[in-house]
């Protein structure tokens, strides 16, 4: 696995808008928190009359 | 409800967690439980779609028609009290608060801001309250908009594609489609100056749907996000399409196909949650999604009658399988936080069975989606249902991110 330590942040930053330099900086930017996740769409999960 | 729980356990004592899960252990060997920051409200009981593949109305569990059909004045305040309390025990700086059915909408613009006022009145100002809902969206009209917006209450949507995708499961009780009503909500819903409620679509696979034709119809409406969501089923109920045999994988070669056009795309169309989500943990990341990684699970659910119960696609499983016995009247959130059921989802790897342990995708997957870990008489303790779809999907993912940044790292 290629350690994506070794992409520097100014890097990551210049990438373009793919859906992976997206990942990128999301990655980044959590790898500053240090608090635990909360779903960014709602709660989580499924479907029927009553997703999320 | 406690009879429920009771009549549970003793039918199933040989099904984990409730049967053998020791959280006095799990305490004493220095385990600590999360609390929860995510509070799921069924404040409707009724929907008016009659979706075949829904699992409040078509699986396991019945418990809706014991319910009130809208959630009281007097139980939305005890629960935010509660919340409250948990908030204050726990010094959290954030909580997401969720309405929920049934239909959510159902319950009438003013209930929306009783709640919203009620809710927020409770919680001490030092705590982000993030309202969200998911809906229907067949009555999703520009007043009730209005509401939402005041109130701050986000949406996400139900759409299952196109028009033929959508109408062929998500229809009214005379047979009637939704899709024209959803598609008039979605319009007003995407463009300003509503689009900043929007957190985007939810879709229920349906293999017999093109993936990538579903996928650009529901790219149409401009979501922010979406996701794909296999349908409900387990070991002892296995989802359409699906069977025991591991060389088989319909769901993740479904799902492949839209990741690769997804992924490809020069410049990034929408977020789509479950694929985002397995490449944040490729990346060494965590996962915000209950269905994918190890993340403690931090959600509760209140019933429209007060009662708590675990997440509510359980009910996919058994009569009675998200019940907890508790209720915000007699007691608090940290009390659920005891019960095994609730312990087993944030333990990690050890709420994982041995299959699963030794998968080389283990930390990746975390085993799917609890309720589809499900076999009769031995309870939660199994690979998920959709386990070599998953394992074939992971692998895809991770591959093709390890491919690119590869190519990063060497550049």
Redesign the interface.
Same mark, same amino acid.
């Given at each position: 696995m290629p350690d994506v330590t070794q992409i520097s942040l100014d890097e990551v930053r210049s990438l373009d808008d793919s859906v992976l330099a997206h990942s990128l900086r999301r990655f980044e930017r959590e790898s500053s928190e240090a608090r635990d996740p909360i779903s960014a769409f709602g709660a989580f999960n499924q479907h029927g009359s009553s997703p999320w | 409800m406690a009879d429920t729980v009771a009549m549970r356990r003793s039918d199933r004592p040989t099904e984990w967690p409730d049967g053998n899960l020791d959280v006095g252990a799990l305490r004493e060997s220095g385990w600590q439980p999360?609390p929860f920051?995510?509070f799921?409200f069924k404040v409707h009981s009724r929907?008016n779609?009659s979706?075949d &593949?829904? %699992?409040? %109305?078509?699986m396991a569990d019945q418990s809706w028609r014991s319910r009130p059909v809208t959630m009281s004045a007097e139980v939305v305040a005890r629960a935010s009290m509660r919340i409250a309390d948990h908030v204050t025990r726990h010094n959290l700086?954030?909580v997401?608060i969720?309405l929920?059915?049934?239909?959510?909408l159902m319950a009438g613009r003013e209930f929306f801001v009783n709640f919203a006022t009620t809710v927020r009145n409770a919680i001490p100002s030092d705590c982000t309250v993030e309202l969200?809902?998911?809906t229907?969206a067949v009555l999703l009209d520009e007043s009730f908009l209005d509401v939402l917006l005041k109130q701050r209450i986000?949406v996400?949507v139900?759409l299952d594609g196109d028009r033929d995708a959508n109408d062929r499961h998500r229809s009214y009780a005379n047979g009637r489609g939704s899709y024209d009503s959803v598609m008039a909500a979605l319009r007003k819903l995407s463009g300003p100056p509503y689009d900043r409620l929007y957190?985007?679509l939810?879709c229920?696979v349906d293999l017999k749907n093109d993936p990538v034709a579903t996928y650009e119809a529901l790219l149409e409406f401009a979501p922010p996000?979406m996701?794909f969501?296999p349908?409900?089923g387990n070991w002892s109920s296995l989802p359409p399409g699906r069977s025991i045999d591991p060389a088989a994988t319909p769901y993740a070669d479904w799902l492949i196909q839209i990741f690769d056009r997804? &992924?490809a795309?020069?410049?990034?169309e929408t977020?789509i949650?479950f694929f985002?989500e397995i490449?944040?943990l490729v990346?060494?990341?965590?996962?915000?999604?209950?269905?994918i990684g190890l993340?403690?699970v931090? /959600?509760v659910v209140i019933e429209a009658d007060g009662v708590l119960e675990q997440?509510?696609?359980l009910k996919a499983a058994y009569q009675g399988a998200p019940a907890t016995g508790l209720n915000v009247f007699d007691n608090s959130f940290d009390d659920a936080l005891e019960l095994p059921a609730i312990a087993a989802r944030q333990i990690g790897v050890n709420g994982l069975c041995e299959t699963c342990q030794r998968c080389e995708v283990r930390d990746i997957c975390g085993g799917g /989606?609890y309720p589809h870990r499900y076999r009769d008489g031995t309870g939660f303790l199994n690979p998920s249902v959709y386990c070599p779809d998953l394992l074939r999907l992971i692998r895809h993912i991770r591959d093709r991110?390890?491919q690119?940044?590869?190519g990063?790292?060497r550049a």
């Open positions: - | 999360s920051r995510q799921l929907c779609l979706c &593949y829904c %699992y409040v %109305y078509e700086d954030e997401r969720i929920h059915g049934g239909e959510p969200g809902m998911q229907n986000r996400g139900s957190t985007g939810l229920t996000s996701d969501l349908p409900h997804w &992924y795309a020069p410049s990034r977020g949650r985002e490449i944040n990346l060494g990341g965590r996962s915000h999604l209950e269905s993340t403690p931090t /959600l997440v509510d696609s /989606l991110v390890r690119d940044l590869a990063l790292v």
